[in-house]
């Protein structure tokens, strides 16, 4: 069983910074695709970054290209998800994801939540303006 635990949201003022991680346990980080999402309220779930199996592909949504920046420390099986010059839009409940499969995956798979079978409980960012 893989569980994903997320750290590191909070309130933060437009132009700001945070950085996410989520701790993953029973699997290693290899043998896992990764993505975050986030949900705003009323809104759908939206896909934001993802990361391949190997680790040497990552794709993002364009609303945070060249602002966001995931990254993976093997030693401690954590994913970070480093968010810079933060926006109002960004405030949401950030969630870390992952599944067993995902290799070959093209954009139309990996942006979609329903085919992650692990979550973590999310966490809360808030950007004020």
């Known amino acids: 069983q893989v569980q994903l635990v997320e750290s590191g949201g909070g309130l933060v003022q437009a132009g700001g910074s945070l950085r996410l991680s989520c701790q993953v346990s029973?699997?290693?980080?290899?043998?896992?695709?990764i993505a975050w999402f986030r949900q705003a309220p009323g809104k759908e779930r939206e896909f934001v970054v993802t990361?391949?199996?190997?680790?040497?592909?990552?794709s993002y949504t364009d609303s945070v290209k060249g602002r966001f920046t995931i990254a993976t420390d093997n030693a401690k099986n954590t994913v970070s998800l480093e968010m810079n010059n933060l926006k109002p839009d960004d405030t949401a409940v950030y969630s870390c994801?992952?599944?067993?499969?995902?290799?070959?995956?093209?954009?139309?798979?990996?942006?979609?939540?329903?085919?992650?079978?692990?979550w973590g409980q999310g966490t809360q960012v808030t950007v004020s303006s």
């Open positions: 994801a992952a599944d067993l499969r995902g290799v070959g995956w093209t954009g139309s798979a990996y942006q979609s939540p329903t085919n992650y079978f692990f």
């Open positions: 029973g699997r290693t980080l290899s043998n896992l695709r």
């Open positions: 990361l391949s199996r190997s680790g040497g592909s990552t």
